[in-house]
Structure formats: structure tokens, C-alpha cells
């Protein structure tokens, strides 16, 4: 008997009957369920630093019931009962401060970060809706004007997608500068665009954690 637990990236919260559907297709193998993102390699390399995945060598001493279920787009861990609540515990903290979503079967709950991945929509008055649907990021996108020039979807800190608009943003009227930042200031891109329609796109597949939308841009690096 274990204890079992898994770990995946969500943009928002999801109610237990999705996640549970997305659990039961990844133990079965399925692949494209979830958007593969970093923070579940973060939340994993933390992990096997203090519990290393199940050996031969450390079979009396790991938490572990079976070895790690690892993909590229979730972590199934199972967990021998008389350690669970200890590394369960941990686990719950972890993922919470990676901002990895988390799915116990055994209770049908669902624990999604509540620090380090608060997903917001920022506008150009200063006005923010946290954890936005796809709906508030298309009605913001066709909000843009020059005065509402600007609009920051930030997945987590220092992790964010952004469009200026127009004269405010220092472009040609009616033109967009998409720009993409993954944590560092060495890892900032902008593009200069001028089709709306693409631009949703973007937004709304960076918000699903999809980075698949970059190749269809042409990038260069932002000078600080």
C-alpha cells in the first residue's frame, strides 16, 4: 500500500473532477495532457536533493514506495504510509513555493500554489486581476488604446509576457512591441508585431504555459 500524490503546472486552479480526469490520463501514460513548464523541474530537482528517487541502495531509508513517475509534464510520487506524513508535508510546501499544482486521489483534493505562482494581468492604470481567464485576457487585449497602452500577464515573479500599444509605447500608431521575460534580464525579447489576433494567441498560450508561440515571432534581446 502507498500513498500517492501528483504533481503538475496549472496557469489557475482547477476543480478535482479535472484534475482527477488529468491524473488518471498521465498514470496511463497519456502525453499532452498538461503544458510542460520549469517550475515542475525546479520542484523536482528540489526534491530528489533531500529524497532521492528509490535504489536498491537506499530501499530502507527512502520515502518512497516505488521509483518517481516522472514526464516532462508531471511528477507521480508514491509514498510508503509510515512516512507519509513527513514527506507528504514536505512535498505540500514544496510544490507550494515552486508553483506546482498538486492532486491527492486519495482525498480528491487539490493544492494549488499559494505563493510563488500567483498569475496576474496587469494594466496600464495599475489595476491587476489575479489568476485571469482567457476571457479577461482577450477582453484587455481589445481594451488596448492610447491610454490604456500596456498590458503585463505575469506568470510568476519576473516571468511574464507584455504589449505596449502605439505613440505611449514608443512605436509607429497602431502598431504592438511584444516582449517575453523568463526570470533574468538576460532572458528579456521583444518583437515588434502589428496583427492583434496573433498577439491574443500568445497571451493566451503563454497563460496555459505553452512557449510554442515564440517561433512564430522574430525576437532580439532587450539592452538594459
Not at 531509508?61 to 507519509?84: D, K
Not at 496587469?122 to 489568476?131: C, L, P, Q, R
Not at 511584444?178 to 533574468?184: I, K, T
Request: charged fraction near 20%; glycine fraction near 6%; include cysteine.
Amino acid at each position: 500500500m502507498s500513498f500517492d500524490l501528483g504533481f503538475w503546472w496549472e496557469a489557475q486552479p482547477i476543480p478535482p473532477a479535472e484534475a482527477a480526469r488529468k491524473y488518471s490520463a498521465m498514470i496511463a501514460g497519456e502525453a499532452g495532457v498538461v503544458s510542460e513548464h520549469p517550475a515542475l523541474d525546479r520542484f523536482f530537482g528540489e526534491l530528489i536533493s533531500r529524497f532521492p528517487d528509490l535504489t536498491e541502495e537506499n530501499f530502507e531509508t527512502s520515502p518512497w514506495a516505488a521509483p518517481l513517475y516522472r514526464t516532462s509534464e508531471c511528477l507521480i510520487v508514491s509514498i510508503s504510509y509510515p512516512r507519509q506524513p513527513e514527506a507528504s508535508e514536505f512535498l505540500l510546501e514544496l510544490a507550494s513555493a515552486s508553483g506546482v499544482t498538486c492532486y491527492d486521489p486519495q482525498s480528491e483534493n487539490v493544492h494549488f500554489p499559494t505563493s510563488g505562482n500567483s498569475v496576474t494581468l496587469e494594466f496600464a492604470d495599475g489595476s491587476v486581476v489575479h489568476s485571469p481567464s482567457r476571457d479577461d485576457v482577450t477582453r484587455a487585449l481589445n481594451g488596448l488604446s492610447p491610454e490604456d497602452w500596456y498590458l503585463i500577464l505575469e506568470t510568476r515573479p519576473g516571468w511574464f509576457i507584455q504589449v505596449g500599444f502605439g505613440a505611449a509605447a514608443g512605436i509607429p500608431a497602431g502598431s504592438y512591441v511584444l516582449e517575453v521575460r523568463d526570470g533574468s534580464e538576460n532572458k528579456h525579447f521583444r518583437a515588434m508585431v502589428t496583427e492583434l489576433p496573433r498577439i491574443i494567441d500568445a497571451f493566451h498560450r503563454s497563460l496555459s504555459g505553452d512557449s510554442d508561440w515564440r517561433a512564430n515571432f522574430h525576437f532580439s534581446r532587450v539592452s538594459y
